[in-house]
């Protein structure tokens, strides 16, 4: 089982819509989370850590379920420039170590 | 401020040669890391330096590669007797500690091509 996993789409979906990427993580000492988004031949970009509580950056909100160890990232009202891979990223206990997911790509359409 | 920045941006080398990449994070930043990304494929961890600390060198693929960083400035990459394998997208980044988190902010990679 790979420590960081995700659906590897590509979602496609009309501007406006309403899309949901999650995320699942084995390592149940994990402690912080993070959701990056990366364009085609460019690097990794931070778009929002992950609390416990949950928590929103204008059309983004990111969820935690440790229980289930799984992050969700919502998009709500897609714009054509949301259309990227988006990471989810698990840092082990101790912060440092650093596992990457395979990515979700997003193509939002006209 | 400045961000992250790595040299050189492309590298085309012979089958066997040695590289050597280079990663300039951002001042403060106690954390670096690097990452290889093959074409179409997602982030493979390779190895991390924490200030002093002992670095993690658990994702390199092989001893051809090794890594050294001076204090907490820059870091170099070396890969010794390239194969074509090892044509990738070169990643650094660097984090700082933010309430318990380490978000990492990564340069514009160095594209590696063995020929």
């Known amino acids: 089982r790979k420590e960081v996993e995700q659906d590897p789409g590509p979602f496609n979906v009309p501007e406006g819509a309403t899309v949901a990427f999650n995320c699942t993580y084995s390592n149940s000492a994990s402690q912080s989370f993070f959701w990056y988004r990366q364009d085609c031949r460019k690097e990794p970009k931070l778009l929002m850590s992950?609390?416990?509580s949950g928590n929103e950056d204008g059309r983004f909100t990111a969820q935690l379920n440790r229980a289930s160890q799984y992050i969700s990232l919502l998009i709500r009202d897609s714009k054509l420039s949301d259309s990227a891979t988006y990471l989810c990223?698990?840092?082990?206990?101790?912060?440092?170590?650093?596992?990457f997911g395979a990515g979700t790509r997003l193509f939002v359409k006209a | 401020g400045a961000g992250v920045s790595q040299s050189p941006s492309n590298k085309v080398t012979e089958k066997g040669k040695d590289v050597e990449l280079r990663c300039d994070p951002i001042s403060g930043h106690t954390a670096l890391y690097w990452y290889r990304q093959r074409l179409g494929q997602g982030l493979e961890f390779l190895i991390y330096?924490?200030?002093?600390?002992?670095?993690?060198k658990s994702g390199l693929p092989s001893d051809r590669f090794s890594a050294e960083r001076t204090g907490e400035s820059v870091s170099t990459l070396t890969i010794q007797r390239t194969q074509q394998e090892d044509s990738a997208v070169y990643l650094c980044?660097?984090?700082?500690?933010?309430?318990?988190?380490?978000?990492?902010?990564f340069g514009p990679g160095t594209r590696l091509t063995v020929t």
């Open positions: 980044a660097s984090s700082v500690r933010t309430s318990g988190y380490h978000e990492q902010y």
């Open positions: 990223v698990v840092n082990e206990a101790g912060g440092f170590k650093t596992i």
């Open positions: 992950v609390y416990s």
């Open positions: 330096f924490q200030g002093n600390s002992a670095p993690d």
